[in-house]
């Protein structure tokens, strides 16, 4: 063959790069059971549908490493064997929906995941159930990611023969809504976290923390649910944390409570409910908390606030119907009270402004009794309590002077 004239050497190079800029068309897979699934992954491009029909597919560690949606008809299930992890996600912006995810491996040495995302961006897991597995969902250093309407169960007897329910560690960005987990050790995990929308979720009769993170500042807890938790929640070791409208509830056990805030800075409480708990709320070694407008019903203690937290704000809560509304261990109180309404108050308001004229003592002095002797509390409704706490509230000498409200309200709030 002829050598193509000089003139025409570098159109025939331009046509070339133009038609390598157009992206190859997108194609759709359907997989049947019969299929290796890791076979199909590995053979699809770049930007492919994989769907899944119904049936069983067995294997375990199926690696995705490029961009792909992988969509499950109703009954497709990805099932590890125990072997290890099932589906492992190393690329962005790969979207997984609609499967179920079963038979990720016990192992006290790795933890192993359902759906493990490592060094991504943009991965989305939706609608998917998670069962018998150690860890559900496991993301370690990702950005962007979506845990979307997923549910997980698992069925583990002690902490050390489960995983959680959906963990993150070192990741930014997260949005984790509209998931239910329960059976794990935690159900939702996040540590070294960044920026996380957390919203509308459930964590139930999970065996050690609904929700438990450490080290994660900047985040958001909207409208979520927990309860029948072996603990309850525990937030520890953050700034910045914005807690509204959840619901801690029937979290009941010697060392249980609705959440526990340990050395947490610069943070919102606002508009939550915290219902029959040992105790609601358990605040320690926490600075500059605002908490306003949360419920306090039917707990053991209403609020547990411990002496070496300062600068706390606590303003238009409830306090309804608790065994004690607040407890403290030391004889100064550094946070403020105001505009409290509290179920045990007799006070007046001659002004008739919906304020009581006089401030209002919540700590009893039975509660400091019972702090330090728990077999106390038998004597919690007797007439001798009663009198105990008419004559500190009178002439007090043992709870925190500084601990009172400076404006309590004489009638709840709508």
Known sequence: MLPLPHPFRP????????LAAIPAQARS?????????????????????LRLSAGVYHGDSVVVTKRLVILGDKGSVLDGGGGGHVLMVRADNVTVRGLTLR????????????????????????????????FGVYLA????????????????STETTSGNGIHLWHCRDARIEGNQVEGHRDGIYLEFVRHA????????GNLRYGLHFMFSDSCRYIRNSFDRNGAGV??????????????????????SYGVLLKDISDSFIHGNLFEANTTGMLVEAS??????GNTFRRNGWALRLMANSMDGNYEDNQFIANSFD?????RQNYSRFRRNYWDRHRGYDLDRDGFADAPYRPAGVFSLVVADQSPALVLLRSLFVELLDAAERAFPMLTPASLADEQPRMRRLP
């Open 326 to 330: 607040v407890a403290t261990n030391g």
């Open 197 to 204: 929308h957390i919203q509308r979720n459930r964590g139930s």
């Open 103 to 134: 038979g990720a491996g016990l192992s006290y040495r790795a933890e192993f995941a359902a759906l493990l995302g490592e060094d991504c961006r943009g991965l989305t897991v939706s609608e998917c159930r998670f069962e018998s597995n150690f």
């Open 234 to 255: 525990a937030v520890m070791y953050s700034r910045w944390v914005d807690m509204e409208g959840n619901r801690f509830h029937d979290n009941w056990g010697p060392a």
């Open 11 to 18: 159109v025939l190079l331009a046509l070339a790069l133009v």
């Open 141 to 156: 250093r990702c950005r962007d990611a979506r845990i979307l309407g997923n549910t997980l169960r698992a069925s583990g």
């Open 287 to 292: 600075n500059r908390l605002v908490a306003t």
């Open 29 to 49: 897979w359907r997989a049947t059971p019969r299929d290796p699934l890791a076979a199909l992954v590995s053979a699809a491009a770049p930007g492919d549908t």
